[in-house]
């Protein structure tokens, strides 16, 4: 093997490893944290997304420009299972979302259910 195969095959097995991670550590928080469904297909739209040749913004024409509309599927899909898990954390808790006390805090021991 030449060196750009070995430099291609060790680049490609990194990402592929960093891919895995990421995956397994989504796995686990919606596993942990019982994301709903809905959280779930978002996840794994957006990593459909992110895979699919088709884009809103193609790397092709723009270059790296072209990375925007990925990783802005990325945010707001994970921006939104953060809400669902935020939402599940403090229902368990039995806080009533954007009810305080007088000072401006959450009076937990108040809010309760």
Do not use: C, H, N
Request: charged fraction near 20%; avoid cysteine.
């Amino acid at each position: 093997m030449d060196s750009f195969t070995t430099v291609a095959l060790v680049v490609v097995t990194v990402l592929g490893l960093v891919g895995l991670v990421i995956v397994a550590a989504g796995g686990y928080v919606l596993v942990k944290y019982r994301v709903p469904l809905r959280g779930v297909v978002a996840g794994v739209g957006a990593l459909a997304y992110l895979a699919s040749p088709v884009d809103a913004i193609p790397e092709i024409v723009f270059g790296p420009f072209g990375l925007v509309d990925d990783g802005g599927v990325l945010l707001a899909a994970a921006l939104y299972v953060a809400r669902l898990v935020a939402a599940r954390r403090a229902a368990a808790d039995g806080v009533i979302d954007g009810e305080v006390d007088r000072g401006g805090r959450r009076d937990r021991r108040q809010l309760r259910r």
